[in-house]
């Protein structure tokens, strides 16, 4: 009876594998997302460790659905136009400034409403 109770977990156990390696087919690697996002593997752990992109663990990996990676990357590559943005229009700033002779940009921030007091 005994040999028939371990030939049926067996069972039970070589078709939860067959199950979850067909869920986890679809399942990508830390690698995978990195390449697809063209970004490090360690951007990709520091992302998953602030709980910005959702990820699971089978066993010792670290697995992330497509879907989950999706919607990262759309929100990922938006705060980076925005950096991008930010950073060209602070260099602009800095250009203009540097442009303008002393006494202009004095009296710019001299008279500025906002220039703490």
Known sequence: MDKTLGRAAAARAETATAADVARTA???TREDCAARASVSVRTIDRHRTEGKLPFHKIGRAVRITPE??????SRHQANLV???????????????????????????F???PLRPR
């Open 26 to 28: 679809s399942l990508m």
């Open 68 to 73: 989950d990676f999706a919607t990262w990357l």
């Open 82 to 108: 925005l950096a991008v943005t930010v950073a060209a229009v602070l260099y602009s700033l800095c250009v203009i400034l540097c442009l303008l002779p002393f006494d202009a940009v004095h009296d710019v």
């Open 110 to 112: 001299h008279h500025c």
